[in-house]
């Protein structure tokens, strides 16, 4: 991190501890540079930085000054509302209308699933790939195919390990990115017209994978910081025959809600209770902007009953598509429906994640990747607190790259996508997060690219729209 960058981190800080409140004017560059020991043209460059992040504005011959708006003044949405008890799915099609529209390079990515590409250490995974594909020994490309690149397991369960988690080296499955290993842990305990736990709402794919396998939903209110209902959940267990949960218990696409701990351990106690397997998605396990990573459910897991999946495709490496599940009592059945599937992700690719994860600096990366992503968030919130209409309410993920944003009854999220659309911004309308196409009136942006001017303007040109409905 540059100097001026990490000044800027402190006046960050600063303001959103408090410390310097709205309105308030910031030191002066001779004064910062005096009192903190930096040059003034680092002061500057800081200043600049902070501008553009929408924190502080300058005013002619007066110097730089706190934002009105720059600490979060949007409330926060409620517990989302229960549903009918079961639902047939059929979503697919509105959720293929939204990611076409991600397709072309122009459009401000609010609707994107992914960060920014710039955020990865692309060119040091392309080093990794080559130097692990020299040094491979020839019977590994095919040997690795059915079991895996032996290296990456051990770092994989190395970072399990290090989490808290004890596993045993054989539960562990890896796959073509996560959904690969979500939809192998559903197909193994679930068969046509069952019933599936779900979050509402929850990842789209989610309900398109129910769709796909004609499963039933049975959709469980989610609150943004809690994560689900835990009561409504006991309810439908012990009246509804529910085969299987899916479940984000950290950092839920799309509101960001992470359970407590307890929380997490009461859900486990209840399906123990019950023996109803957990596929638990955790994707964004590594994007946690606090100084601990959550715990998963499935460290509180004695019975081997929770499926956990994960994947470097937000974290590391988008496109290489190598994910895992460790699979718990379960893991030989997927392991047999992924070598009648899909036999492997590519070897290729797994062996340059190994080398990557021993001598990339991953632990390096994941602080500077949850750094850019918190300080986005900011910026976002700052942005939306300025430009949208009054009784918007927006979620405080304490990680990810999501904000789930609750706009007034009027605005039809559908519309409004289209409307953005023919503006050249994209975003992602509440429905496609609902089997029963719910949440009309929300939408979920993504900060995971860079914040710039443009962001700043696309976020006034949404706030125009919305103010027309
Ligand atoms: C919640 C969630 N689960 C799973 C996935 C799929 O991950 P992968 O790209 O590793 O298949 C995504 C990707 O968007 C996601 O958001």
């Given at each position: 991190m540059k100097r001026y960058e990490k000044f800027a981190d402190q006046i960050a800080e600063l303001i959103r501890a408090g410390v310097l409140a709205p309105g308030e004017k910031v030191p002066s560059v001779r004064h910062a540079s005096r009192t903190y020991g930096v040059s003034p043209s680092t002061v500057f460059q800081a200043y600049y930085l902070l501008e553009d992040r929408g924190l502080i504005q300058a005013r002619a011959r007066s110097g730089y000054f706190v934002r009105e708006l720059a600490r979060h003044s949007l409330a926060e949405p409620e517990t989302s509302a229960q549903a009918a008890q079961t639902t047939e799915v059929d979503v697919s099609e509105l959720v293929f209308s939204v990611l076409g529209s991600l397709k072309d390079p122009h459009t401000v990515p609010f609707g994107s699933a992914f960060p920014s590409p710039q955020l990865f250490p692309l060119p040091r995974l392309a080093r990794s790939m080559a130097h692990a594909l020299r040094d491979m020994p020839a019977h590994a490309v095919i040997a690795d195919m059915t079991s895996g690149n032996p290296d990456l397991r051990r770092q994989i369960a190395l970072r399990y390990m290090v989490a808290g988690v004890r596993l045993a080296l054989d539960e562990l499955v890896i796959t073509n990115g996560a959904l690969e290993a979500l939809n192998l842990c559903l197909q193994t305990v679930t068969s046509p017209g069952d019933l599936v736990a779900i979050e509402a709402p929850a990842f789209y794919a989610t309900l398109q994978v129910l769709e796909r396998l004609k499963l039933k939903a049975v959709e469980i209110p989610v609150n943004p910081r809690e994560g689900i209902d835990l009561e409504v959940l006991a309810e439908r267990l012990a009246n509804l025959p529910i085969k299987a949960c899916w479940f984000m218990s950290s950092l839920q696409n799309p509101l960001g809600a992470s359970m407590s701990d307890a929380k997490k351990q009461a859900l486990y106690q209840l399906l123990l209770q019950h023996q109803v397997p957990l596929i638990e998605d955790d994707v964004y396990a590594e994007l946690y902007y606090g100084a601990q990573p959550p715990k998963p459910v499935k460290s509180f897991d004695t019975d081997g009953l929770v499926m956990h999946c994960g994947s470097f495709s937000k974290s590391l490496a988008p496109g290489y598509r190598v994910g895992w599940v460790a699979g718990g009592r379960y893991a030989e059945q997927i392991s047999r429906l992924k070598l009648m599937t899909t036999?492997?992700?590519?070897v290729p690719a797994q062996a340059a994640i190994a080398d990557y994860l021993q001598h990339g600096g991953y632990d390096r990366h994941l602080r500077k990747l949850r750094h850019a992503l918190e300080t986005q968030q900011d910026a976002m919130l700052a942005s939306a607190a300025r430009h949208f209409p009054a009784g918007t309410r927006v979620t405080r993920p304490s990680g990810g790259y999501f904000l789930w944003f609750e706009f007034p009854e009027p605005v039809d999220s559908l519309q409004l996508f289209q409307l953005a659309l023919a503006q050249g911004i994209s975003l992602a309308p509440g429905p496609i997060f609902s089997a029963t196409r719910r949440f009309r009136n929300c939408a979920r942006l993504n900060h995971g690219h860079p914040w710039d001017a443009q962001s700043e303007q696309a976020m006034e040109l949404l706030g125009r729209i919305l103010a027309s409905f």
């Open positions: 036999i492997s992700p590519s």
